[in-house]
């Protein structure tokens, strides 16, 4: 009864963390809204329409619908990915990773962080505001020319784009950089008129609901908004509880993103200017996350005033996000066993720096955790030792007390008592090291640097599921060898469970990840041969 325990408390708490994962991430926590400061004006359904400034500032007149053709797509090319740029608001609307691949229609292709239609679409938006005309992501700009391309030795890469009405005349800048995830946009105003204008800055995403996907081929990954402070710190803002308590919060410096599995935009305002972070709905439904200036900057007549505002486009790399933005690396989610987590991402990485091969790196991160562990181990494996020694005295106590389970209970005890050995002694070193396992789990699940890491033969991606489900069932054999060095059930229904135990467990773990599964059947592997090793010594003595 005893030996059962530790193999069935694992696979509850297994259980329970999926459950719990899935249940979180459907229906997460959302933190307390902030007192409102200014309000959203109504949204055309066409398009989103851009947040108002101040209380004080008027509406944006909804611009009338240009032609089709009036807008035109601008192509830009770096070392870090192609991005397309619709002058229909200087939009940034597809961005496409190029050290980064994705699956289309059985076609590899680069990763598409950014969509401009369809389930998947997630763009980016940003523009002016204020009580004078100026331009959103609505207005029309003017482009110079239809491709940009990063030369070799260039180091920054600008592309501009024109508007001019009504006294005011813009020239918007994005700033790409050689190998890096991070855009800057900015805005250079001019004011041509006679009197002062003010301005605002806005800067947003716009991303579609999460395709559906079935719960044997998807994790508990959270995809959604997310938000940064100084002073609020980290905290996610699911979709579908935007409608429910939209975002208002005025800060000085932060961040807020869409994340991602792997990958995350986030909208970066200057760290020095106050801000005002906000969400809404649109119909679709389409969710909003962005920020706009907490305060105008005045342009005197003549003058001219520059805006701006940062992006950052790319894989959740924890050193590129920390590069980035303060904060920015808490968008790799490793839930609420980060502490256990980051060490051992950390330890991972300089290891797979060593051997060159995330698989290599699993399997060595493996054996030095069981290393770490391998006092705990021996304590339970010794506990089933005894156990097994004591099964045919426990074979003897249930013969003659028969069916009078009292009578057993109290039998066994006295039994454990004179042998001086504890029930549970099998059952809490493996407990103790579930934490680790999970922690474990989200490392390998969130780390980017596995997604279609290979390891050899067929595994070509550790962070997918092994396609021939070779790996799951060598770990179910494992388990069920393991079980037979363990003591055997008295109760013939244990006797069953024990039997069943690996088949469920191999089922469960065919749509693990690879690197996930691989780290088991190691584990399992040295779990054998320690666990034969502290047999053979108990037997020699």
């Keep these: 009864m005893n030996t059962i325990r530790p193999i069935l408390y694992v696979l509850l708490v297994v259980i329970l963390f999926m459950l719990w994962n899935d249940w979180e991430?459907?229906?997460p926590p959302v933190s307390?809204?902030?007192p409102p400061s200014t309000s959203l004006p109504a949204v055309p359904s066409a398009a989103p329409a851009a947040p108002h400034a101040q209380a004080a500032a008027p509406a944006l007149p909804r611009p009338a619908p240009a032609a089709p053709e009036a807008a035109r797509l601008v192509t830009v090319r770096t070392q870090a990915f192609t991005a397309t740029i619709n002058?229909?608001?200087a939009s940034l609307v597809q961005l496409s990773l190029r050290d980064y691949e994705a699956t289309h229609h059985g076609?590899?292709?680069?990763?598409d962080l950014l969509s401009p239609s369809g389930d998947g679409e997630f763009i980016n938006q940003n523009g002016l505001l204020g009580r004078h005309p100026y331009p959103n992501q609505d207005s029309l700009y003017t482009a110079v020319r239809p491709l940009y391309a990063m030369t070799p030795g260039q180091t920054r890469l600008r592309v501009p784009f024109?508007?001019?009405?009504?006294?005011i005349r813009v020239t918007k800048t994005y700033t790409f950089t050689r190998d890096s995830y991070v855009v800057g946009v900015s805005y250079a105003v001019q004011n041509l008129g006679k009197t002062p204008r003010a301005v605002y800055f806005y800067d947003q995403f716009v991303h579609a609901p999460p395709p559906k996907t079935h719960f044997y081929h998807s994790a508990p990954i959270y995809i959604g908004a997310a938000l940064y402070t100084p002073q609020g710190k980290y905290q996610k803002r699911p979709f579908p509880a935007m409608a429910r308590h939209p975002l208002n919060v005025t800060a000085r410096g932060g961040w807020v993103a869409v994340s991602q599995h792997y990958f995350v935009g986030a909208a970066i305002p200057p760290a020095t200017q106050p801000v005002i972070y906000y969400d809404q709905v649109l119909p679709g439904p389409r969710y909003v996350a962005g920020y706009k200036s907490a305060a105008p900057v005045t342009i005197a007549p003549g003058a001219t005033e520059v805006l701006q505002g940062r992006l950052f486009l790319g894989p959740k790399k924890p050193s590129l996000l920390k590069a980035a933005a303060p904060g920015l690396d808490l968008t790799v989610d490793y839930g609420w066993l980060t502490v256990l987590a980051q060490p051992l991402y950390w330890v991972l990485r300089h290891i797979e720096s060593v051997t060159g091969n995330w698989g290599w790196a699993i399997i060595l991160l493996t054996v030095l955790i069981k290393l770490i562990f391998f006092p705990l181990s021996a304590a339970s494996f010794k506990s089933m030792a005894k156990m097994r020694q004591l099964q045919p005295r426990m074979a003897a106590l249930k013969e003659r007390h028969g069916h009078d389970r009292t009578a057993l209970q109290q039998a066994m005890m006295e039994l454990y008592k004179?042998?001086?050995?504890?029930?549970l002694?099998?059952?809490?070193?493996m407990i103790v090291?579930?934490?680790?396992?999970?922690?474990?789990?989200w490392v390998l699940l969130e780390s980017v640097a596995l997604r279609d890491a290979p390891f050899v033969l067929w595994i070509h991606n550790l962070a997918a599921p092994d396609p021939y489900f070779v790996l799951p069932i060598l770990m179910g054999a494992s388990m069920l060898f393991q079980q037979l060095l363990n003591p055997a059930m008295m109760d013939p229904t244990q006797r069953k469970i024990m039997m069943i135990m690996p088949i469920l467990f191999t089922g469960f773990f065919l749509f693990f990840p690879a690197g996930l599964v691989l780290y088991w059947v190691t584990n399992n592997v040295l779990s054998i041969l320690q666990q034969w090793w502290v047999m053979e010594r108990m037997k020699a003595r």
């Design 433 to 441: 090291q579930i934490p680790v396992f999970i922690a474990l789990y």
């Design 25 to 27: 991430h459907r229906l």
């Design 162 to 167: 024109f508007w001019q009405k009504d006294g």
């Design 87 to 89: 002058t229909r608001g």
């Design 418 to 423: 004179t042998e001086k050995m504890n029930p």
């Design 107 to 111: 076609r590899q292709s680069a990763y």
């Design 32 to 34: 307390p809204q902030a």
């Design 425 to 429: 002694g099998g059952c809490l070193p």
